[in-house]
């Protein structure tokens, strides 16, 4: 995507209305239509370089092995082939998202996703499922797929909620040899 990814949350009494819009050069305009939730304001940015360090350290705090290094994370922002997200909370990244597409493919690849410890809970993580689902499906995807680590349980209720499925089991996916399990969204 050329632009950021922005949600506008208005809240209207005790519920919250989502419009899922695109920035582009031309402008603004609405790609999704409103639906009920019940979240605080999220606004989804594009992240670039500038949020490398950022990044690292979301990585860092997320994952105790296995996190994307600071030369991995820059290779892939700077990939056209990849769209990475993030939120931020009082000018700080409090979530990050990164996805990959290939060409001739009609999967994007989650590669990573990340909310700082502090800020679970908030859904900050399903904003960002969201912003990136609906550029999948601006994109012409059919699917969203992922690894997780088998013994991630948080992540994959996170998953399961949102309509992921266990697709298969991955013995010695990980590099410590611990199992993942590739998860699929079907659009
Ligand atoms: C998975 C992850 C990205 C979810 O992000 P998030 O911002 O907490 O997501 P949300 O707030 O939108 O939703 C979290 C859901 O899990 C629960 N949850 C997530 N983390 C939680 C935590 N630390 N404590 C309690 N509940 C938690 C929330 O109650 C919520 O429940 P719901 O599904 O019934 O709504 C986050 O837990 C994380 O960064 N984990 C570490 C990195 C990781 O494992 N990434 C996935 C690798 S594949």
């Given at each position: 995507m050329n632009g950021s990814v922005l949600f506008a949350w208005e809240k209207r009494k005790t519920v919250a209305i989502v419009r899922i819009c695109i920035v582009r050069p031309c402008g603004w305009y609405t790609i999704g239509t409103p639906k009920k939730l019940s979240m605080p304001d999220h606004q989804i940015q594009t992240a670039t370089a500038a949020d490398l360090d950022a990044l690292e350290e979301l990585e860092r705090l997320g994952f105790p092995l296995d996190q994307y290094s600071k030369e991995r994370l820059k290779y892939l922002l700077s990939q056209a082939n990849a769209s990475s997200y993030k939120i931020e909370e009082d000018g700080k990244v409090s979530a990050y998202a990164m996805v990959l597409w290939r060409k001739g493919s009609r999967a994007g690849h989650l590669y990573s996703i990340v909310t700082h410890p502090e800020a679970q809970g908030?859904?900050?993580?399903?904003?960002?499922?969201?912003?990136?689902?609906?550029?999948?499906?601006e994109r012409g995807c059919d699917r969203i797929r992922l690894e997780v680590r088998a013994d991630n349980d948080t992540a994959i209720a996170?998953?399961?909620?949102r309509g992921y499925v266990r697709?298969?089991?991955?013995p010695g996916f990980y590099t410590d040899d611990a199992p993942g399990v590739r998860m699929v969204k079907r659009f």
């Open positions: 908030r859904g900050l993580g399903s904003a960002l499922l969201d912003a990136l689902e609906a550029e999948a499906k996170f998953y399961l909620r697709v298969k089991e991955l």
